[in-house]
């Protein structure tokens, strides 16, 4: 669950009823100014939100920019209750940490912040009694969420390796250099990766893409794009290439049937939905693996893809603290065009 602060000093020109939803990703920020009938009044995307690398108050000085942006087009210096799905939130304690921090920032009279991975999750399930489901992400890392009406969550750490991880675009990145660095010198398999990922940046070879990573010429950064010729590579039948989408295919489906487990939600009809831009991205070979290991494992599970942006998860889950209409549910969805 997220972690309720408490209200701050209303400003002058405070909008008691509005919602302050903010999805703050790895990459990018969206954040969006809902009123209580469902209209949004203001929206402004800033840049990623990485308090493990710049510390928790630099990373709330940049999103205070855009949330500045986003009040200012509404009309408003403060709303009346923040809603906030923040990555590397990733525990309890951190998420106490951001709400009382964001508390402080003044943005709205009450604060309630959540790890990122509930915006996707709350985006593509239903409203009032039937919100009830889990989500995996699969983006630069790998989390997933459940939730249940009665506010029981099932989550993980997701932490990266120290926490049982595999997965994610960057992970399946290093994955494919490492395969690919070892075909080429004689270690490993043989596989078109190790063609692939330099040409990809227009090298001749593995050994030339490892040394312009290690002397910077190309920034580590850019490794993530890596992820799609691994996807492009597999559907080619690369064996090496394949069977690490297949291993992605089965951290999905073991992190989903967990949750489900942890739940009580295995024997019912419940949404189970994929989003992050790997998943969301249907890869044919990866979703159709998904759903095959989902089939047996959760045969009720609803499988599902959320495309909407995540900024709309995190205003519905707003509107649900504050007591919102279903109305006002049903305008916010088709203001973004629902899932």
């Known amino acids: 669950m997220g972690v309720n602060a408490t209200p701050a000093e209303t400003a002058p020109d ?12 790895n990459s990018k920020t969206d954040v969006a100014v809902v009123g209580p009938d469902g209209e949004v009044l203001g929206a402004a995307r800033g840049g990623g939100f990485q308090p493990p690398r710049t510390g928790l108050a630099a990373a709330l000085d940049a999103l205070g920019d855009t949330v500045g942006r986003a009040l200012a087009q509404a009309g408003t210096a403060q ?3 923040v809603s906030a799905c923040l990555a590397n939130a990733d525990l309890p304690a951190e998420e106490a ?3 009382e921090a964001v508390r402080g920032r003044g943005w709205g009279r009450t604060a309630q912040v959540r790890n990122d991975t509930f915006a996707v999750l709350r985006a593509g399930l239903p409203q009032g009694a039937e919100a009830r489901g889990v989500a995996v992400v699969c983006g630069a890392g790998i989390n997933c969420a ?3 009406p009665d506010g ?9 390796r120290i926490s049982g991880d595999w997965g994610g675009g960057q992970g399946l990145a290093e994955e494919a250099l490492w395969h690919a660095a070892r075909a080429e010198d004689g270690r490993g398999e043989p596989t078109a990766l190790a063609r692939a990922l330099p040409g ?8 030339a893409l490892i040394e312009a990573l290690h002397l910077g010429r190309i920034p580590m950064a850019r490794t993530h794009e890596l992820t799609p010729v691994l ?41 189970v939905l994929l989003g992050g831009g790997v998943l969301a991205a249907r890869h044919p070979e990866l979703d159709e693996r998904i759903r095959a290991l989902l089939a047996d494992r959760a045969p009720k599970a609803v499988v599902g893809v959320v495309t909407a942006p995540p900024v709309l998860g995190a205003a519905l889950l707003g509107l649900d603290s504050t007591g919102a209409p279903p109305e006002a549910h049903a305008r916010l969805r088709a203001w973004y065009g629902g899932r």
Request: hydrophobic content about 50%.
């Open 14 to 25: 405070t909008a008691p009823d509005t919602v302050l939803a903010v999805d703050a990703g």
């Open 231 to 271: 996807f492009a590579v597999g559907a080619d039948g690369d064996p090496v290439a394949r069977a690490l989408v297949g291993r992605l295919a089965e951290e999905v489906a073991t992190m989903a049937t967990v949750a489900l487990r942890r739940l009580e939600l295995l024997d019912e009809k419940v949404p």
């Open 97 to 99: 940490e951001s709400a």
């Open 200 to 207: 990809h940046f227009g090298l001749p070879s593995m050994y």
């Open 146 to 148: 459940g939730m249940l």
């Open 79 to 81: 709303a009346g209750h």
């Open 152 to 160: 029981r969550t099932a989550r993980f750490p997701a932490i990266g």
